[in-house]
């Protein structure tokens, strides 16, 4: 089932990727050789806090003009590109559709009727795209097959495709984020059986998107509005130090082993941090309740499907230890997934852990269009 990975919204063409969230622009342009892929080019700018507001674009024209200057820096010029919008903007579904169907039968079926089903906005205000999964029947002895609905609402997809286009670039790839982050990691979600459940936690800037996964297709998905950001203002305040998109203060700390110990009995080369561990334990102790939640009503309504492994990605992946303090809080099994290991790829520039860490989405996106 992996295979809708690679053709989900979209087709492929040479060009680059382009990941947009609001602490900064990165590109990633890919080659691929057989089947091992090469990264020609990365690149990143930071992105001004009036270009966002509450995780939205609100500067269309002045974030055409980062991707311009990225491209500038970057010393590129790309016809088209792959782009994705953030998976809290979009509606992912799986709905059973009779398997009797013929392909132009089926599409009808799925997006002029069973799609309004599923949606909380009028059907003419959404983007839907779908594609045919596997088939199985049903307890009345029906056979069906499966298809995953996507749908996104089209002043997002607007918004997006109109920002490109001021920047002088054709988006012939938009897809959902956690989708070209699957796409990089698809060898190790491939490791799985059909009854193990893993679950990708995407710690982005100011989200972390979860997606509980079954042999490669997303079965639930939610976002979280906690992010590094959250963790790195927890820190500063507790610390009486401004405000700052920059995660510098996250990237100097470990996650105690035993976070149930006061944060006294960390190590003395640490001790100038102590008095703001204990505000990023409550963050990071916010971030646990909500996943063990979505994980029990997700095993709530899955039968026999059993969680097995969480996979942790995203800048926020990066922090020091924070696999083993999720697997003692969880008592799941964490790893951190590392984009450009997982490619076998080579770097020009040295990169921080959490920058290495937050490569998994954009990186899915140059597959794409390689």
């Known amino acids: ?111 002029n009727h069973e799609a309004s089903l599923y949606l909380p906005y009028p059907r003419e205000e959404v983007d839907l795209d779908f594609q045919k999964l596997g088939y199985f029947v049903d307890d009345d002895g029906i056979e069906k097959v499966q298809v995953l609905l996507v749908a996104t609402r089209r002043e997002v997809t607007d918004l997006y495709l109109e920002t490109f286009q ?61 992010g590094t950001y959250q963790m790195q203002t927890a820190l500063a305040q507790s610390m009486n130090l401004p405000n700052s998109k920059n995660t510098e203060l996250l990237q100097e700390i470990t996650i105690p082993n035993n976070p149930e110990q006061t944060t006294t009995n960390t190590t003395s080369s640490q001790t100038w941090i102590n008095p703001g561990m204990d505000s990023l334990l409550r963050v990071l102790g916010e971030l646990v309740d909500e996943l063990r ?3 029990n009503f997700y095993l709530n309504q899955s039968g026999d499907v059993e ?40 770097l020009k520039d040295e990169l921080s852990v959490m920058q290495r860490a937050g490569l998994g989405t954009v990186i899915g996106l140059g597959m794409r269009m390689s």
Do not use: W
Request: charged letters at 25%.
């Open 166 to 226: 001021q920047a002088g670039l054709k988006v012939n790839v938009l897809e959902i984020n956690s989708f070209a982050l699957m796409r990089t990691i698809k060898e190790q979600l491939k490791q799985f059986s059909p009854s193990e459940a893993v679950v990708l936690v995407d710690i982005e800037f100011d989200t972390t998107e979860i997606a509980i996964i079954v042999e490669g297709v997303p079965q639930f998905s939610r976002t979280i509005p906690i």
């Open 307 to 346: 969680v097995v492994q969480l996979l942790l990605a995203g800048p926020g992946s990066g922090l020091t230890q924070i696999d083993e303090f999720f697997t003692k809080k969880l008592s799941l099994p964490a790893m951190q997934v590392d984009p450009v290991a997982a490619l076998s790829l080579t």
């Open 1 to 111: 089932m992996l295979s809708f990975l690679e053709n989900l919204i979209g087709g492929k063409s040479s060009g680059v990727g382009i990941e947009i969230n609001p602490d900064k622009i990165t590109l990633a342009q890919l080659t691929k050789k057989g089947q091992q892929y090469k990264l020609l080019k990365y690149h990143s700018i930071d992105v001004p806090e009036d270009i966002f507001e509450e995780g939205q674009i609100v500067d269309s024209p002045g974030l055409a003009e980062l991707i311009d200057q990225l491209l500038k820096e970057a010393k590129i010029k790309p016809k088209q590109v792959a782009t994705a919008v953030p998976m809290k903007e979009s509606i992912i579904r799986i709905i059973p559709i009779p398997a009797e169907l013929n392909d132009q039968e089926l599409r009808d079926m799925v997006l």
């Open 293 to 295: 939640r979505s994980i």
